[in-house]
């Protein structure tokens, strides 16, 4: 399996964005995909999952202005981040977990400027 991700950016304070990861291999439907970021001198931190039932979870810090997506038809998966600050910089990362395996993509860079 691998990841993809794309998307980041250099945005504004209160702007958005949207990251997408592409993702290979078969049965895309199954498993738990989803979003880290780790900021410079921090650990990563869990952003958003979504399993293979669309039930969401969300950092409590990202509730209500980031929102996670699946599509098994073109297997990706997608987090629409709104409302952007600057603590929100960070390299993001996707990441498919299934059957007890978890695989990591590349990581994209979301940089936020106040």
């Known amino acids: 399996v691998q990841l993809q991700a794309s998307g980041g950016g250099l945005v504004q304070a209160g702007g958005s964005l949207r990251l997408s990861c592409a993702a290979s291999?078969?049965?895309?439907?199954?498993?738990?995909l989803g979003w880290y970021r780790q900021a410079p001198g921090k650990q990563r931190e869990l952003v958003a999952t979504?399993?293979?039932?669309?039930?969401?979870n969300y950092a409590e810090s990202v509730k209500g202005r980031f929102t996670v997506f699946r599509d098994n038809a073109k297997n990706t998966v997608s987090l629409q981040m709104n409302s952007l600050q600057p603590e929100a910089t960070a390299v993001y990362y996707c990441?498919?977990?299934?059957?007890?395996?978890?695989?990591w993509g590349q990581g994209t860079q979301v940089t936020v400027s106040s």
């Open positions: 990441y498919r977990s299934i059957y007890g395996n978890t695989f």
């Open positions: 979504i399993t293979s039932g669309d039930s969401r």
């Open positions: 291999g078969r049965i895309f439907n199954l498993g738990t």
